[in-house]
């Protein structure tokens, strides 16, 4: 009786927890850094400071560059709560022979990372130098206008923008038409 007690309160606390931290994800705001001023400031600093070592871009390289298949730069989607981060690894066989053939497959250096807005300067600072071919520049994938995320949409477009700019990567929005890039 006992042990099945304790099994049960022990049921019952897990339960709440996992309720606690689910409504606590939900409600809250990855994209509002105001009460984390001073580590977000630093955190972005920092990673200022690691990417300097990446030249600047070239308009002209990344501009042509048209489709989101063809980028080969960090690419950024824009979520409720998160940031989607797209990036392919270099290929680290110097070799020409079969590049991007059957047994040098782009796709397979493609990695997709759900991160917060509080870990997109480090997750950005910490990609091999290997990942920015057209040198210190992301795009922002375009994101479709529902009813749904029209509230949060403009906000946490802009709050990342802004991140990206203070961290002094260049924005190529993917979300204007391409004549006003």
Sequence with gaps: MRVS???FNGLVLFAWFGLLAIGGCRHGNSFDMSGHATS??????AARQDLSQIPPPSKSTYLA???ESEWRNPLLSVESNMIQLRIYLPDENSSPIDRGGMTRLT????QVLNIRLADLPQALSSLPDGAWPYGRVVAIGELRQTPQN????????QVTIHTLK???????????PLLAR
């Design 150 to 157: 029209q509230a949060w949409r403009q906000n946490h477009l």
């Design 166 to 176: 203070d961290m002094g990567i260049v924005v190529d929005d993917w979300n204007i």
């Design 107 to 110: 796709v397979a250096r493609k």
């Design 65 to 67: 560059v048209t489709q």
């Design 5 to 7: 007690f304790l099994r």
């Design 40 to 45: 977000w400031n630093a955190s972005k600093s």
